[in-house]
């Protein structure tokens, strides 16, 4: 169950942007949870793809096809660092 939210974050970039450095337009969330059943806590962030900065007025059929289907940018560095740290590497 989410006990707090700890930040929340728009990032909008352009179309140009996204092309340079392949980080995707987001919003994001960091919540505390807490588990129903015990005191045992975690941290959990929610990201969200949003559109271009130009195209948050188009047509959701066209800001639809700028969706992408994969963990990458900043999402995916995040989780390859997340994954050295538990790891020990």
């Given at each position: ?7 929340e ?20 969330g ?45 999402t ?14």
């Open positions: 169950m989410i006990v707090e939210k700890l930040e974050n728009t990032e909008c970039y352009t179309k140009t942007d996204y092309e340079e450095s392949k980080f995707y337009s987001e919003s994001s960091i919540f505390i949870c807490e588990s129903t059943m015990t005191p045992i806590q975690a941290i959990m962030k929610i990201r969200m793809q949003i559109p271009y900065y130009e195209a948050i007025d188009y047509h959701p059929n066209e800001r639809a096809q700028q969706a992408v289907g994969e963990i990458c940018g900043r995916e560095l995040e989780t390859e660092a997340l994954n050295k740290l538990t790891s020990g590497e």
